[in-house]
């Protein structure tokens, strides 16, 4: 199976959740199906620099999104963050939160399989 790159961008992040896939923010409810994999910059982030990544999935199409995975990142970071392969299908999304520090521009790529 092919390997694509579904979403990329960039932007500022503040102490709004930010969803990486409209992007802004407004939430999405992408029903693309496939495996998911997310790739997240955050090399521009200091000392005292807090943020919130989270993955949210339906379990079935009817029911309500909620977060599957989420990750916390503090400090200074010298690599990119990268989440689990994930099965996306039902209404999904990828936010980002700045919950401390200073707002800072992250880059990011979302590279699907199927």
């Known amino acids: 199976m092919a390997i694509t790159e579904y979403k990329t961008g960039s932007a500022s992040i503040s102490s709004t959740e930010y969803s990486i896939i409209t992007p802004g923010t407004t939430l999405a409810n992408d029903t ?18 807090e943020y919130l990544i989270q993955i949210y999935e339906k379990c ?24 689990p392969s994930l099965i996306l299908m039902h209404g999904w ?10 707002d800072r521009s992250i880059s990011w790529s979302i590279r699907q399989v199927a």
Do not use: C
């Not at 079935?60 to 989440?83: C, D, N, R």
């Not at 999304?93 to 200073?102: F, L, N, P």
């Open 32 to 49: 693309t199906d496939g495996v998911f994999q997310v790739f997240l910059d955050f090399s521009a982030m200091a000392g005292g620099d």
């Open 60 to 83: 079935t199409s009817g029911g309500s999104k909620v977060p599957i995975y989420a990750s916390t990142l503090e400090g200074a970071q010298s690599g990119l963050w990268v989440s």
């Open 93 to 102: 999304d990828v936010t980002v939160d700045k919950i401390a520090g200073t």
